[in-house]
């Protein structure tokens, strides 16, 4: 806890003397610390609760836009908060095979904090899952999303296991690999 706090003031302590070398005109590769800064200078967010807290980091994530059926296709505005995290059964197909977005109401009855912890730190899954945003937050921000995400209970039925690459879906998947424009006419 305590390295990991030194870490980000010895970040930010490169940043502070990077920006001032920049505003005396005389360093180059500083031009890119600001955006360094907007991801690490943020510890954790604050909110009137962990709980709180733990709503707003899942809402500004967008894991609703996976995690969540027909949430990012209505632009938010269904399902209401008791339906979400219930996972989907349409997956992602790509080089990796097919992911599903996982029913997170019931991954979280299955692991305790330090599990969740671990593994967003490892950050191992298959993508689309933006497993290097997840690598990124604090752990205060990881226990609030934990805390939030468990609060909400178990609902739904689990996500279809994935599927190897090479293996044909049987199911409705979403291809998550760049497809070529139609040929334009002459
Ligand atoms: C772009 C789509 C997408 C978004 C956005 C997204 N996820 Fe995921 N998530 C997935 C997919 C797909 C998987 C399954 C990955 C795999 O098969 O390895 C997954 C898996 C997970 C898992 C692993 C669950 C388990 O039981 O193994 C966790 C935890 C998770 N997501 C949390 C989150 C959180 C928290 C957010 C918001 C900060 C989020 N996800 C946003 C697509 C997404």
Redesign the pocket.
């Known amino acids: 806890m305590s390295a990991h706090n030194t870490n980000i003031s010895a970040h930010t302590a490169f940043i502070v003397i990077a920006g001032l070398l920049s505003l005396q005109g005389c360093s180059k590769p500083a031009a890119a610390a600001p955006a360094a800064e907007a991801v690490t200078g943020v510890e954790h967010v604050s909110a009137g609760s962990t709980l709180e807290a733990g709503r707003y980091?899942?809402k500004i994530?967008?894991?609703n836009?996976?995690?969540t059926p027909g949430f990012a296709m209505a632009n938010g505005a269904s399902p209401d908060e008791p339906e979400w995290l219930t996972g989907d059964a349409v997956g992602?197909s790509g080089p990796w095979g097919v992911?599903?977005?996982?029913n997170?109401r019931l991954?979280f009855q299955n692991m305790n904090e330090t599990q969740?912890i671990e593994?967003a730190r490892a950050g191992q899954?298959?993508p689309?899952?933006?497993w290097p945003?997840?690598k990124a937050m604090s752990d205060k921000d990881l226990k609030a999303?934990y805390a939030y995400?468990k609060s909400l209970g178990p609902r739904g039925e689990m996500a279809p296991a994935?599927l190897s690459p090479g293996v044909a879906p049987d199911r409705p998947h979403i291809p998550f690999t760049p497809q070529m424009p139609a040929a334009t006419k002459s």
């Open positions: 980091l899942v994530g967008g894991c836009d996976c995690h992602f992911s599903y977005p996982a997170l991954s969740f593994m899954g298959r689309p899952m933006p945003s997840l999303i995400i994935a």
